[in-house]
C-alpha cells in the first residue's frame, strides 16, 4: 500500500535547474520526516536533504544555497527544487520517510523507483 513515487528528473546542461517531485501514499504523511537521497552507479546512496514534520530543513554541505526541500503535507507531497546545477549532482533520486532511532536515522519503507538526473558540462 505504501508507495513513493518520484518524478521530475530530466537531462540539465550545469547550471540549470529542476523541480523533483515525491508523491506518498499509504501511511500517515504528516508525522513524518521526509529526506531526499541520490545514488550514483557504483556508489552508495547518500542524502541530500531533510524536512521535518514541523518544516525544519537541513541539507548535505554540497547542495547548500542551491537545492530547497519543501513539503504540502494537504497533497502528501515533498518537491526538492535543485538550482545552479553541477555535474556531481547527476545521480537517481529517491523520496523516503525517515526517523531518528537510538541516534541513527533511519528509512522506514522500501526504496521507490527514484527519477533521473543527469547534469552535463
Known amino acids: 500500500q505504501v508507495q513513493l513515487v518520484e518524478s521530475g528528473g530530466a537531462l540539465v546542461q550545469a547550471g540549470g535547474s529542476l523541480n523533483l517531485s515525491c508523491a506518498a501514499s499509504g501511511f500517515i504523511f504528516r508525522i513524518n520526516a521526509m529526506a531526499w537521497y541520490r545514488q550514483v552507479s557504483g556508489k552508495q546512496r547518500e542524502w541530500v536533504a531533510v524536512v521535518t514534520s514541523g518544516d525544519t530543513t537541513n541539507y548535505r554541505n554540497s547542495v547548500k544555497g542551491r537545492f530547497t526541500i519543501s513539503r504540502d503535507n494537504a497533497e502528501n507531497m515533498v518537491y526538492l527544487q535543485m538550482n545552479s546545477l553541477e555535474p556531481e549532482d547527476t545521480g537517481v533520486y529517491y523520496c523516503?520517510?525517515?526517523?531518528?532511532?537510538?541516534?541513527?536515522?533511519?528509512?522506514?519503507?522500501?526504496w521507490g523507483q527514484g527519477t533521473q538526473v543527469t547534469v552535463s558540462s
Open positions: 523516503n520517510a525517515v526517523q531518528v532511532v537510538g541516534g541513527a536515522w533511519e528509512n522506514i519503507y522500501s
